[in-house]
């Protein structure tokens, strides 16, 4: 599913993070002692579910768990990359099909971007499964009840899926088009 239909800025991104309630903000509120490992390249992963503080009282997660379930992270994130970079080859692929017009190439790309989409979302379900299995019974059935929709929902802050897109399509990004020769705005 595309949230997005245009590319986006990332502080707009994770304002909207922010918004959902999928990143906590860095800086402490009033009462509130600073994290000292707030900030930092891990930042993003330290603001998910499972290393909020309020979490982590209420599930009552160990240190061990919230490492294991930080690697599971990690290696979720590798896996991701490596599926966004071979879908942008595919991109690539069907982008100079389609100006060769070789229709047969242009389906063959579209097969293999549908399946590519099917296995990013196994990647994801397959990250969630095995961080589930870190938790306990009791603490999944206190994680369901404080938050009922989580499992539902993507778990990778949308500020790093659109910081990946933006890696995987280069520094112009989707927006670097070339612009029309003269003749063909109608003006001439």
């Known amino acids: 599913m595309t949230i997005f239909?245009?590319?986006?800025?990332?502080?707009?991104?994770?304002?909207?993070?922010?918004?959902?309630?999928?990143?906590?903000?860095?800086?402490?509120?009033?009462g509130q002692a600073p994290r000292g490992d707030?900030?930092?390249?891990?930042?993003?992963?330290?603001s998910l579910w499972w290393n909020q503080?309020?979490?982590?009282?209420?599930?009552?997660?160990?240190?061990?768990?919230?490492r294991r379930m930080d690697r599971t992270f990690d290696e979720h994130l590798n896996?991701?990359?490596a599926l966004?970079?071979?879908?942008?080859?595919?991109?690539?692929s069907a982008a100079d099909a389609l100006a060769a017009r070789d229709w047969d190439r242009v389906e063959a790309a579209n097969t293999e971007l549908a399946a590519a989409a099917g296995r990013a979302e196994a990647n994801e379900l397959d990250m969630k499964i095995a961080v589930v299995k870190v938790l306990k019974a009791k603490q999944l059935a206190r994680l369901v009840e404080l938050r009922p929709r989580l499992l539902q929902r993507?778990?990778?802050?949308?500020?790093?899926?659109?910081?990946a897109r933006a890696r995987a399509e280069g520094?112009?990004?989707?927006?670097?088009?070339?612009?029309?020769?003269p003749d063909s705005r109608g003006g001439g």
Request: hydrophobic letters at 45%.
């Open 5 to 30: 239909t245009r590319p986006v800025r990332v502080p707009t991104a994770l304002a909207l993070a922010l918004a959902a309630g999928l990143l906590i903000p860095a800086v402490p509120t009033a």
């Open 38 to 46: 707030a900030l930092g390249p891990r930042a993003a992963e330290r």
């Open 53 to 66: 503080q309020e979490v982590i009282d209420a599930l009552d997660l160990g240190k061990r768990q919230r």
């Open 79 to 81: 896996r991701r990359r």
């Open 84 to 92: 966004a970079r071979a879908q942008m080859e595919v991109r690539r």
């Open 154 to 163: 993507p778990w990778l802050p949308q500020g790093m899926r659109l910081r």
């Open 171 to 181: 520094p112009e990004g989707a927006t670097d088009w070339p612009p029309l020769p």
